[in-house]
């Protein structure tokens, strides 16, 4: 009777201790729904880095305890909202360390900041620290200051390709992988012990499209040419007195010096006119004069694509499930309110047949209405799996730094016989068909069963192919041309085809507009898909847990990533699925 009643004390008290803390949750969640106060002549302190999430997590706990991440998506809303706030009179732009190996948001978030500036008020840049994709940003200021005792870490741009062969080796294990396209590189990180004469091309392309990218936006910025650019990103990294005598930035300051340096921050003693953007997101759109009449879905597609559900990998981050996507274009479609609809894509590819299922049902949805039209809009990555969602597009539109292309396929599996055999552990496989065996962890392949995976390998390839060359209005040749598993920036891309223009959500969301008839100088309400969760239904769901950036840096940052990378296709696909996956590259 004693220990009944000592455990129902426990279990009373972690009852307790539960309701407490939704209790304290809920109250700090209506707290800040509240609109934040701004005062009169702000300015807005922005601060990007880390992952640089397209959109917020879909962790309403995670928001209200701080750790939400940055929302590139969120900041450009701010920055939308702040250009006609009048109580907005300038832009402080901070960025810490920027952790994303890609580009694409970052020429976004860089390209609202000019859009910023078109309204007549200034954005200036201190940098505690200026490596490249940190600096690239600033560049959008009307100055820049550093941190006088701060180097400035601008010398250009690397990739890094990590390879397991060796690894795969030495524990017995055999990596055994099928490829269509000689370019598709993404199994070589597990078949090759260094670089294909095609995949140390495509790097090479990658890497200096992306570098040439990064010295344009510099020289137009710093008014230099871009061979006087690439001079200097020769000398670099810089310290701080050679930075400013290279004009590269305007000034060295500490923090506290700027409001004494820059008339734009200046404020009466005593008077504390800063506000975070963090708080600013917060500010109604409608306050400042924004009020949508039309709407516009916004369909994200964020992560790897399997079948079934969307989920939350630990890993890997977002996951896109056909069965959730699928479940939310028919419910677009059956929204007559719905003027056009805008598919976000940021996504490596992954399970072929998934990226099929969600391209049928966009080809349903754009012949169901065909008035109704259907953008993409691609961010760091639209490649493989991703790509061929964005097909059944009317328009598709792409940052210049965007990874897209990818079309080609791989299959195969790792069989760990000969790992095991060094163990000391038998194994014996009975079957009941002539490839009963075809999945067999043990050993690889036989040749005839080859034989036949690259036939079915080819005819999805084939299709792949054939549905890019109708979308784009070009030849199966053409296609194939580009195609056969290189990956393309966005620039390239829209130079071989693949790619109609240039920009960020913005620009698509214009074009979906002028297709849709809405007047450009109209305002209208974007519509997300997925819709977030409730508060009640995240913390019902678990408790502050779903940050891509705690699980990066549990993961270990840039080696998280290439775990997760290369796990994927033993984790999160059905055994002997075809995948339409881009490779991975470290890029610095």
């Given at each position: 009777?004693?220990?009944?009643?000592?455990?129902?004390?426990?279990?009373?008290?972690?009852?307790?201790?539960?309701?407490?803390?939704?209790?304290?949750?809920?109250?700090?969640?209506?707290?800040?729904?509240?609109?934040?106060?701004?005062?009169?002549?702000?300015?807005?302190?922005?601060?990007?880095?880390?992952?640089?999430?397209?959109?917020?997590p879909d962790d309403v706990v995670a928001q209200v305890l701080g750790n939400e991440g940055v929302s590139v998506r969120g900041m450009v809303e701010s920055l939308r909202k702040a250009k006609r706030d009048p109580r907005i009179r300038a832009v402080l732009?901070?960025?810490?360390?920027?952790?994303?190996?890609?580009?694409?948001?970052?020429?976004?978030?860089?390209?609202?900041?000019?859009?910023?500036?078109?309204?007549?008020?200034?954005?200036?840049?201190?940098?505690?620290?200026?490596g490249d994709r940190e600096y690239y940003l600033a560049t959008a200021a009307s100055q820049i200051f550093l941190l006088p005792a701060s180097p400035l870490d601008l010398s250009g741009i690397a990739s890094y390709e990590v390879f397991l062969r060796g690894a795969l080796d030495k524990i017995g294990a055999q990596p055994d992988f099928l490829q269509i396209g000689a370019y598709k590189t993404a199994p070589n990180q597990l078949t090759q012990t260094g670089l294909t004469p095609e995949h140390r091309a495509m790097s090479e392309w990658l890497n200096r499209d992306l570098y040439d990218q990064?010295?344009?936006?510099?020289?137009?910025?710093?008014?230099?040419?871009?061979?006087?650019?690439?001079?200097?990103?020769?000398?670099?990294?810089?310290?701080?007195q050679e930075a400013l005598r290279t004009g590269l930035v305007d000034g060295l300051a500490y923090l506290d010096q700027l409001d004494d340096r820059v008339a734009a921050l200046k404020a009466d003693a005593g008077e504390d006119r800063y506000i975070e953007e963090s708080a600013y997101q917060r500010v109604s759109a409608r306050s400042v004069g924004i009020r949508p009449d039309s709407r516009i879905a916004v369909l994200s597609a964020t992560g790897v694509i399997v079948s079934g559900k969307s989920v939350f990998d630990p890993l890997n981050g977002p996951v896109v499930g056909s069965d959730t996507v699928v479940d939310q274009i028919q419910?677009?479609?059956?929204?007559?309110?719905?003027?056009?609809?805008?598919?976000?894509?940021?996504?490596?590819?992954?399970?072929?047949?998934?990226?099929?299922?969600?391209?049928?049902?966009?080809?349903?949805?754009?012949?169901?209405?065909?008035?109704?039209?259907?953008?993409?809009?691609?961010s760091d990555l639209a490649a493989s799996g991703g790509y061929y969602i964005a097909t059944p597009a009317h328009v598709i539109v792409a940052e210049p730094g965007t990874l897209t292309g990818s079309i080609g396929i791989f299959g195969g599996k790792i069989a760990i016989g000969g790992t095991l055999d060094k163990l000391g552990v038998t194994t014996?496989?009975?079957?009941?068909?002539?490839?009963?065996?075809?999945?067999?962890?043990?050993?690889?392949?036989?040749?005839?069963?080859?034989?036949?995976?690259?036939?079915?390998?080819?005819?999805?390839?084939?299709?792949?192919?054939?549905?890019?060359?109708?979308?784009?209005?070009?030849?199966?040749?053409?296609?194939?041309?580009?195609?056969?598993?290189?990956?393309?920036?966005?620039?390239?891309?829209?130079?071989?085809?693949?790619?109609?223009?240039?920009?960020?959500?913005?620009?698509?969301?214009?074009?979906?507009?002028?297709?849709?008839?809405?007047?450009?100088?109209?305002?209208?309400?974007?519509?997300?898909?997925?819709?977030?969760?409730?508060?009640?239904?995240?913390?019902?769901?678990?408790?502050?847990?779903?940050?891509?950036?705690?699980?990066?840096?549990?993961?270990?940052?840039?080696?998280?990533?290439?775990?997760?990378?290369?796990?994927?296709p033993v984790r999160l696909f059905r055994r002997g699925e075809p995948l339409a996956l881009m490779p991975y590259a470290f890029v610095r």
């Open positions: 009777m004693a220990v009944r009643r000592g455990i129902a004390l426990v279990l009373g008290f972690m009852g307790f201790i539960g309701m407490a803390v939704f209790v304290v949750a809920a109250a700090l969640y209506f707290l800040s729904a509240r609109g934040p106060s701004v005062p009169d002549e702000a300015t807005l302190v922005m601060r990007p880095g880390g992952e640089l999430l397209d959109t917020r732009l901070r960025p810490s360390t920027v952790q994303t190996p890609f580009w694409a948001k970052l020429q976004e978030l860089r390209g609202a900041l000019i859009d910023f500036r078109e309204s007549g008020k200034p954005v200036i840049a201190y940098l505690e620290y200026g990064m010295v344009l936006g510099i020289a137009q910025a710093r008014r230099k040419t871009p061979g006087e650019v690439r001079a200097l990103l020769d000398e670099g990294p810089f310290p701080p419910q677009i479609r059956d929204d007559d309110s719905i003027r056009a609809i805008v598919v976000r894509i940021d996504s490596p590819g992954g399970s072929a047949t998934a990226s099929d299922v969600i391209w049928r049902e966009l080809m349903i949805t754009r012949d169901a209405n065909p008035r109704r039209p259907i953008v993409v809009s691609m014996e496989t009975i079957t009941s068909g002539k490839n009963a065996d075809l999945g067999s962890p043990f050993e690889p392949f036989r040749p005839e069963q080859r034989v036949r995976l690259m036939a079915y390998m080819r005819g999805f390839y084939d299709d792949f192919v054939q549905k890019v060359a109708t979308s784009r209005q070009r030849s199966v040749e053409q296609v194939d041309a580009v195609a056969q598993g290189r990956v393309w920036t966005g620039q390239q891309a829209r130079q071989h085809g693949l790619v109609d223009v240039l920009g960020g959500l913005d620009t698509a969301v214009a074009i979906a507009k002028e297709r849709a008839g809405i007047p450009a100088e109209e305002d209208v309400e974007l519509v997300g898909y997925p819709p977030r969760r409730t508060f009640f239904e995240a913390l019902s769901d678990r408790f502050g847990t779903s940050s891509v950036g705690i699980w990066a840096q549990l993961a270990g940052g840039f080696d998280g990533r290439a775990l997760a990378a290369l796990t994927a």
